[in-house]
């Protein structure tokens, strides 16, 4: 089981280290054949270009979704730890407790 975690956790590094070259490779392609002699119609470059800002496009709105969707989870998540340890409880209430300060 150890074994299979620490194989996830590579592959899952190995992922992410794919992800942030091709954004940072797009990147530097585009931003240095911005301005290129371009030959008009059917010019590579500006396939490729299109090609690399579809790709930067499309990583970042996926991870930008991915963060939102682990940092809602993680929100819920504490909020439903905290309910379920009666921290948000209204039982906790002097009220809800039914104290007695009159004594
Ligand atoms: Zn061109």
């Known amino acids: 089981m150890i074994a299979f975690k620490h194989h996830r956790q590579q592959i899952a590094m190995l992922l992410a280290v794919i992800i942030a070259m091709t954004l940072l490779f797009s990147s530097i392609f585009v931003l240095t054949h911005l301005n290129h002699d371009c030959t008009g119609m059917n010019c590579v470059v500006c396939s490729e270009l299109r090609t ?12 930008g979704s991915g963060i939102l969707f682990i940092f809602a989870y993680n929100c819920f998540k504490n909020q439903a730890r905290k309910y379920n340890a009666g921290i948000l409880s209204s ?7 039914k104290v007695r300060l009159n004594r």
Do not use: E, K, N
Not at 91 to 97: D, H, K, Q, Y
């Open 52 to 63: 690399c800002i579809r790709t930067v496009h499309l990583l970042s709105q996926t991870l």
């Open 91 to 97: 039982r906790l209430s002097l009220v809800g407790l």
